[in-house]
């Protein structure tokens, strides 16, 4: 069972207006590549908890964390307002099953995610563990304008790292025309062939496993259209299939 403890707050660095990185000190368990934490503050006497995925690989002891604050969120607000070296809750031990060892063997393995939810497929890839499971891996992150795409350079990086034949990387902007990224929804550009083309592989049910993450609203159109259109159903234990999903919030 997890427990509560103390975290220190070492950094916060301001993505944009909204979004921020938070980087945390704490004697946390080990955890793996995928799962999430829960952070939390003591605010009027009562514990106001949210989880957050890990952004940092697991051999990596600065816990950093991707978020939003939401204007009229109870949370999110004063996590942005933290300083270093002031004090929050993390739960000890992480939870989830986002996690490649409940992702079969696959040619292409399909990443998509949206805003903050990046975070779970960065602590993944700079881990760099069972990669070689996959002939290919596609890193797609969609966000609303350009600016949001905070984590480009560090996913630059990996694709240096990994080499760009393995791990290839597409941008998705919905809200303005932006050079270098697709524009529009996720399902949408897999409708029409768009996001196969940027990313030079097919998106089929005998090569490809999709992971996805994000907007709960992106994560149910794009299952219900990998089922209909390209013949996929959701990954169990007990029934393996293409699809395992993650929804943010």
């Known amino acids: 069972m997890s427990n509560w403890i103390t975290g220190r707050v070492t950094r916060i660095t301001n993505q944009t207006d909204t979004l921020f990185s938070l980087h945390v000190k704490a004697p946390i368990r080990p955890f793996t590549a995928g799962q999430f934490a829960k952070l939390g503050l003591e605010i009027d006497g009562e514990r106001i908890q949210r989880a957050y995925s890990y952004v ?3 051999d990596n002891d600065d816990l950093e964390f991707y978020l939003v604050s939401v204007g009229d969120g109870k949370l999110s607000p004063r996590l942005a307002a933290l300083q270093p070296g002031d004090e929050l809750l993390i739960t000890d031990e992480a939870a989830g099953f986002f ?6 063997d696959c040619d292409t393995l399909w990443m998509l995610s949206t805003g903050t ?3 779970p497929f960065l602590s993944i890839l700079q881990y760099g563990q069972d990669l070689e499971r996959f002939r290919h891996i596609v890193l797609v992150h969609a966000v609303r ?3 949001d795409l905070s984590y480009l350079p560090l996913m630059q990086q990996l694709q240096q790292k990994t080499g760009s034949d393995k791990l290839r990387i597409v941008t998705v902007v919905s809200r303005e ?9 996720v399902p949408a550009l897999i409708t029409s062939g768009a996001l196969e083309a940027a990313a030079g592989l097919p998106l ?3 090569n490809s496993h999709v992971m996805l993450c994000g907007n709960p609203e992106m994560v149910k159109d794009t299952q219900n259209l990998l089922k209909t ?3 996929m159903r959701k990954h169990l234990r007990r029934k393996p299939g293409h699809i395992t999903s993650e929804q943010y919030w």
């Open 229 to 231: 259109e390209r013949g």
């Open 117 to 119: 939810a990046i975070g």
């Open 99 to 104: 996690v490649l060892d409940e992702v079969p």
């Open 204 to 206: 089929t049910a005998e």
């Open 56 to 58: 940092n690989a697991p």
């Open 177 to 185: 025309m932006t050079e270098g990224s697709l524009h529009g929804r």
């Open 145 to 147: 304008y350009a600016a």
